[in-house]
């Protein structure tokens, strides 16, 4: 608890590039679902973080969630 007080971060580092997740927000906040975010970044070939074969709304709302933890601590 003392560690993540300090600012450590604990799990598997994120392997979405900044770009993606920043289009991940905007399409969002523009009022696209998570599974339409996730169809557009498969057109797109936008590489999933996992290295599966295509995107999913929950991977997209995985993503959304924890960029939004971020900012609020």
């Known amino acids: 608890a003392e560690a993540k007080a300090n600012g450590a971060r604990f799990g598997r580092e994120r392997s979405a590039t900044p770009e993606t997740v920043a ?4 399409e969002r906040s523009q009022g696209q679902s998570f599974n339409s975010i996730a169809a557009g970044l498969d057109a797109d070939r936008i590489p999933t973080p996992g290295g599966g074969l295509r995107w999913y709304g ?9 960029e939004q933890r971020e900012e609020v601590a």
């Open 58 to 66: 929950s991977n997209v709302t995985r993503l959304h969630r924890a």
């Open 23 to 26: 289009r991940i927000l905007h």
